[in-house]
């Protein structure tokens, strides 16, 4: 896509070597004129001039075909082996102050408003990958880093409003500081995930000056803003008026609606997906609101994407209210619709693991939320592939959620570290952050105590944080460092039994190795009868405890701590 000055009408022609022109088309805009190349295998890569030329008039733009130079750990994508860390860059850490107000951009740092830009930046996450990696953690997953610069009314610190995509913002960096910071990240082990959002823009986009054509966007007119109803996509019964407000409204005022069924759009957002993953060598994408757009278009770019990267792995957000609702965008799993996607947010799990610490134990509440839960992962082509979370940016921090109840937000983390899927965790759940003070979606979003030179103490240092900062911090470590090694839980089969008593007890099996749960949410110790257990435990009998390292006797009826989820590996 060429944006210049009325250059409609100018045809465009090339000389190069292995390149052609297959057809030119002009934009609504006089402004736009898109390009659509052959460019043959083994073509060499450097600089390519286009001369547009109409009548007597002439002029030439150059385009910068770059060579691959792909390395041996670009681009591997994440898979069940792997524990997803999730940070906001603006509020994890500020490693260069000197970028916190740029000229040009429309809103400086300010860390008094918890709605305002707050300084974090790559470099201050580059800073602390050591951090990240001694808590056991294998991926970083980064909210949106495209430009985002709106205006400070709106608070565009969290990445989702994007006014050019194929910017770094200058206040978390640049191009090649993006670039630098994942092959950091590969060279320590660390997976990156990219966030990305083909449903929406931010209003101050330099395309809202210019439409490249009428129908680039949805009318806000007409449509207004979303139902938030996912559900809609996949209902055999849904409206034409439903599936509007779903896929043709606007997520909130300030963000216009994409019309990916325009095709230069539709071309212009999977090249610049292409793009990014070749220029910076990441190993997976998060799709923002992957069922508000068509359906039709996400499934396309989808398999492109798996096409040209076959390793790669992309999750959608499929944030919906039943599992039906939930699986149906999982590849494989529809009779009349391919998604071509594998992994998605799993928000039945997350539903279930929050009712389950909060709710009595009853005949379809507590622990029993769990088990009904997964007792519907038929519904899946593969569940082991699902993003399981206990919290992130748009929901309520789980310690706070819990009530700040250390025993039940330990005995959830350790069932996220041992259920099936692919596990995400917020940044500073290993700290037990709760939500702090502030408003709106800020209360959820704090920044990371010590990732600004003015702290008074820093969370990075064992020295300065507070006990309770520090216990939790060696549970998720001792936890989440135990689960990378452990083959069971990354490859293994899931076997579970009804809850009784206020138990949950399941397994995790794969060739000679057996892991057994037990999820207590009693009180005080409780006696585990093995007899029911028969059929997982037979050629077993003894237990180590993970966490402990106590060895328990299981040939007889043997007793669990209470308000505890258990970890014993079989011997």
Same mark, same amino acid.
């Given at each position: 896509?060429?944006?210049?000055?009325?250059?409609?009408?100018?045809?465009?022609?090339?000389?190069?070597?292995?390149?052609?022109?297959?057809?030119?088309?002009?934009?609504?805009?006089?402004?736009?004129?898109?390009?659509?190349?052959?460019?043959?295998?083994?073509?060499?890569?450097?600089?390519?001039?286009?001369?547009?030329?109409?009548?007597?008039?002439?002029?030439?733009?150059?385009?910068?075909?770059?060579?691959?130079?792909?390395?041996?750990?670009?681009?591997?994508?994440?898979?069940?082996?792997?524990?997803?860390?999730?940070?906001?860059?603006?509020?994890?850490?500020?490693?260069?102050?000197?970028?916190?107000?740029?000229?040009?951009?429309?809103?400086?740092?300010?860390?008094?408003?918890?709605?305002?830009?707050?300084?974090?930046?790559?470099?201050?996450?580059?800073?602390?990958?050591?951090?990240?990696?001694?808590?056991?953690?294998?991926?970083?997953?980064?909210?949106?880093?495209?430009?985002?610069?709106?205006?400070?009314?709106?608070?565009?610190?969290?990445?989702?409003?994007?006014?050019?995509?194929?910017?770094?913002?200058?206040?978390?960096?640049?191009?090649?500081?993006?670039?630098?910071?994942?092959?950091?990240?590969?060279?320590?082990?660390?997976?990156?995930?990219?966030?990305?959002?083909?449903?929406?823009?931010?209003?101050?986009?330099?395309?809202?000056?210019?439409?490249?054509?009428?129908?680039? $966007?949805? =009318?806000?007119? @007409?449509?207004?803003?979303?139902?938030?109803? &996912?559900?809609?996509?996949?209902?055999?019964?849904? *409206? #034409?008026?439903?599936?509007?407000?779903?896929?043709?409204?606007?997520?909130?005022?300030?963000?216009?609606?994409?019309?990916?069924?325009?095709?230069?759009?539709?071309?212009?957002?999977?090249?610049?997906?292409?793009?990014?993953?070749?220029?910076?060598?990441?190993?997976?994408?998060?799709?923002?609101?992957?069922?508000?757009?068509?359906?039709?278009?996400?499934?396309?770019?989808?398999?492109?994407?798996?096409?040209?990267?076959?390793?790669?792995?992309?999750?959608?957000?499929?944030?919906?209210?039943?599992?039906?609702?939930?699986?149906?965008?999982?590849?494989?799993?529809?009779?009349?619709?391919?998604?071509?996607?594998?992994?998605?947010?799993?928000?039945?799990?997350?539903?279930? $693991?929050? =009712?389950?610490? @909060?709710?009595?134990?009853?005949?379809?509440? &507590?622990?029993?939320?769990?088990?009904?839960?997964? *007792? #519907?992962?038929?519904?899946?082509?593969?569940?082991?592939?699902?993003?399981?979370?206990?919290?992130?940016?748009?929901?309520?921090?789980?310690?706070?959620?819990?009530?700040?109840?250390?025993?039940?937000?330990?005995?959830?983390?350790?069932?996220?570290?041992?259920?099936?899927?692919?596990?995400?965790?917020?940044?500073?759940?290993?700290?037990?952050?709760?939500?702090?003070?502030?408003?709106?979606?800020?209360?959820?979003?704090?920044?990371?105590?010590?990732?600004?030179?003015?702290?008074?103490?820093?969370?990075?240092?064992?020295?300065?944080?507070?006990?309770?900062?520090?216990?939790?911090?060696?549970?998720?470590?001792?936890?989440?460092?135990?689960?990378?090694?452990?083959?069971? $839980?990354?490859?293994?089969?899931?076997?579970?039994?009804?809850?009784?008593?206020?138990?949950?007890?399941?397994?995790?099996?794969?060739?000679?190795?057996?892991?057994?749960?037990?999820?207590?949410?009693?009180?005080?110790?409780?006696?585990?009868?093995?007899?029911?257990?028969?059929?997982?435990?037979?050629?077993?009998?003894?237990?180590?405890?993970?966490?402990?390292?106590?060895?328990?006797?299981?040939?007889?009826?043997?007793?669990?701590?209470?308000?505890?989820?258990?970890?014993?590996?079989?011997?």
């Amino acid at each position: 896509m060429i944006h210049h000055p009325d250059i409609r009408g100018y045809k465009a022609s090339l000389t190069y070597n292995g390149i052609s022109i297959n057809h030119q088309d002009y934009g609504d805009s006089p402004h736009y004129t898109f390009l659509y190349l052959n460019i043959a295998p083994g073509t060499r890569a450097g600089s390519v001039p286009i001369t547009f030329t109409k009548g007597r008039k002439k002029f030439i733009l150059s385009y910068d075909l770059k060579e691959r130079k792909q390395t041996a750990n670009a681009n591997q994508g994440f898979d069940s082996s792997d524990v997803i860390y999730l940070l906001m860059p603006d509020r994890f850490a500020n490693g260069d102050p000197d970028n916190d107000n740029v000229a040009g951009m429309l809103e400086t740092a300010d860390r008094s408003i918890p709605n305002a830009r707050h300084g974090g930046d790559i470099k201050g996450i580059k800073d602390h990958l050591d951090y990240i990696q001694s808590i056991g953690m294998t991926a970083v997953w980064l909210t949106p880093v495209f430009e985002n610069n709106m205006t400070p009314e709106y608070g565009a610190y969290h990445g989702y409003a994007a006014t050019d995509l194929y910017k770094i913002d200058r206040r978390f960096g640049t191009n090649e500081e993006f670039k630098a910071f994942v092959n950091a990240c590969h060279k320590k082990g660390l997976k990156v995930i990219m966030d990305m959002i083909h449903n929406h823009i931010g209003d101050q986009h330099w395309w809202m000056q210019d439409l490249p054509a009428q129908n680039w $966007i949805h =009318d806000f007119e @007409k449509y207004g803003t979303s139902n938030f109803r &996912g559900s809609v996509q996949s209902d055999p019964y849904a *409206s #034409e008026y439903d599936l509007d407000k779903l896929q043709k409204a606007w997520f909130v005022p300030s963000m216009p609606d994409l019309n990916q069924q325009n095709q230069w759009l539709a071309d212009y957002l999977i090249q610049n997906t292409l793009w990014w993953i070749e220029f910076s060598g990441v190993d997976g994408i998060r799709m923002d609101t992957y069922v508000y757009p068509y359906k039709d278009y996400m499934a396309c770019w989808a398999k492109t994407v798996l096409e040209a990267y076959p390793q790669f792995n992309i999750v959608g957000e499929a944030w919906v209210r039943r599992v039906a609702h939930e699986s149906y965008w999982q590849q494989g799993t529809s009779e009349t619709y391919n998604s071509n996607l594998m992994s998605i947010t799993d928000f039945q799990l997350h539903f279930a $693991i929050r =009712d389950a610490m @909060k709710e009595d134990f009853g005949w379809e509440e &507590g622990l029993r939320k769990l088990y009904y839960t997964l *007792s #519907e992962d038929r519904l899946y082509t593969d569940p082991m592939q699902n993003v399981i979370f206990l919290d992130n940016h748009d929901l309520e921090r789980f310690y706070t959620d819990v009530g700040e109840d250390k025993s039940l937000w330990k005995m959830a983390y350790a069932y996220l570290m041992t259920t099936r899927g692919i596990p995400q965790v917020y940044y500073g759940t290993e700290l037990m952050l709760a939500n702090d003070d502030a408003k709106d979606d800020a209360r959820k979003r704090p920044d990371m105590m010590g990732g600004w030179p003015d702290d008074p103490r820093s969370v990075f240092e064992a020295s300065e944080r507070t006990p309770t900062e520090n216990e939790a911090f060696a549970y998720v470590s001792k936890l989440t460092r135990w689960r990378k090694g452990s083959e069971v $839980i990354h490859k293994g089969k899931l076997m579970h039994f009804v809850p009784e008593n206020n138990l949950y007890v399941f397994f995790r099996y794969y060739e000679k190795e057996t892991v057994m749960v037990v999820m207590n949410m009693n009180e005080g110790e409780t006696s585990i009868d093995p007899k029911p257990f028969h059929e997982r435990l037979w050629g077993y009998s003894k237990a180590k405890d993970i966490l402990t390292d106590e060895v328990k006797d299981i040939t007889s009826s043997f007793m669990v701590p209470g308000k505890r989820t258990s970890i014993y590996e079989l011997k």
